[in-house]
C-alpha cells in the first residue's frame, strides 16, 4: 500500500510535519508536529499546527495518531493542542522513559514528574505495528541521535525523524546525552535494508550547499547510493570517527532547552506554579 503523504514545512525550525492518510479512506496519522515558540518573548502561536487541522478538516479526515518519531531538541510538539481539537493518540518510543530519566536530572524536576511515558498515550518498541484505517504501521526502533528514535514504515514509506537527512545533507547528531554514532550507523543500516523503492521522509531539511530548494522525500536507493555520510558503502568505523568529529563542532539547537522540558511531557508545559503562571528552567551548564 502507497500511502498519501501530505508535507508540511516549517521555516522557523526546519521542521516538517507530515499528514498521512490511508488512501482507501478518511484515517490518517500526523508525524511530528510544531508547536511555534518565539524564544525571546516566552510566547507560543498554533499557525503551524492549525494548517495541519485546517488540512485534516478541509479533507474530511479522522485523525487516528499523533506520532511522534523521537524527543525533539529543535521545536515543541503540537500534538496535544491537535489532539484535543481533532482527536487521535499520542505515540512515541518506549525508551522514553530513558529520556525523561536523563533530563528529568538535568532539569532538576521533582518526584511529580513521572519518568514512565505515562504522559503519552502508547509507546512503541520494535516490531510492534499500529494501524491507521486499513494500513498497517511498522516500528522500529532506530536510536543513535536519541534512545526513543523510531521509524514508522508505513505500506511504501518510511518516516525516519532525525536518523538520516537528505542524501546531500547527510545524518543526525550523536552528540546529545545517551546518543551513540555505532548505534545510529546500525539504525542506518536497518533502514537502508528496506527495498530499494521505499520512500524515505525525513523529519527536517536545510538545504546542503547548492540546493536551492527545501526538500523532504528521497528513497532507500538514494539514501544508499548517494548520502554523504553513509552512502557508497561506508564501513562504521569511518562513520562513527566522522560523525563524532563533525558533533564535537555543532552549537546546540536554539531551542533545545524549552523543547526538551515540553517535549518529554508529550507536548504539555511543565506544571503552573501557585499564581496559574507557567515557567521554563534554564540549566546551567549542564548541556
Known amino acids: 500500500m502507497s500511502p498519501d503523504v501530505t508535507a508540511f514545512f516549517d521555516p522557523a525550525t526546519n521542521t516538517i510535519s507530515y499528514v498521512v492518510r490511508d488512501p482507501s479512506g478518511s484515517a490518517c496519522a500526523v508525524i511530528d508536529p510544531v508547536l511555534d515558540f518565539d524564544y525571546a518573548s516566552g510566547r507560543t502561536d498554533t499557525a503551524s499546527a492549525d494548517r495541519i487541522i485546517a488540512h485534516i478538516e478541509a479533507e474530511g479526515l479522522e485523525l487516528h495518531w499523533l506520532l511522534e ?24 518510543g518506549a525508551n522514553i522513559r ?73 545524518t543526525a547528531r550523536c552528540d546529545f546525552p545517551g546518543g551513540s554514532s555505532a548505534q545510529l550507523y546500525a539504525s542506518i543500516q536497518k533502514i537502508l535494508s528496506l527495498p530499494d523503492a521505499t520512500r524515505i521522509f525525513v523529519a527536517h531539511d536545510y ?15 538514494e539514501q544508499k547510493a548517494r548520502n554523504v555520510h553513509v552512502g557508497g558503502g561506508v564501513s562504521e568505523a569511518e562513520f562513527t ?9 555543532l552549537a546546540m539547537p536554539r531551542l533545545i532547552i ?14 503552573e506554579d501557585e499564581s496559574g503562571s507557567v515557567f521554563l528552567k534554564v540549566p546551567v551548564n549542564k548541556l
Open 69 to 92: 518519531s523521537h524527543v525533539h531538541a529543535d521545536h515543541l510538539s503540537a500534538a496535544p493542542y491537535i489532539q484535543e481539537r481533532v482527536g487521535g493518540q499520542i505515540g512515541i
Open 98 to 170: 530513558v529520556v525523561q530519566e536523563t533530563f528529568g536530572k538535568v532539569f532538576n524536576e521533582g518526584t511529580e514528574f513521572q519518568r514512565d511515558g505515562s504522559q503519552f498515550d502508547r509507546l512503541f518498541s520494535e516490531g510492534d505495528s499500529l494501524h491507521i484505517g486499513q494500513m498497517r504501521a511498522d516500528v522500529l526502533h532506530t536510536p543513535g541521535h536519541t534512545p526513543a528514535c523510531l521509524t514508522y514504515v508505513i505500506g511504501d514509506a518510511a518516516f525516519v525523524g532525525d536518523t538520516l537527512f537528505m542524501p546531500d545533507f547527510g
Open 207 to 221: 538545504k546542503a550547499p547548492g540546493r536551492d530548494v527545501y526538500a523532504w522525500e528521497s528513497t532507500v536507493g
Open 241 to 249: 570517527a566522522m560523525r563524532d568529529a563533525r558533533d564535537a563542532q
Open 258 to 271: 524549552p523543547s526538551l522540558q515540553v517535549n518529554m511531557r508529550a507536548g504539555q508545559m511543565p506544571p
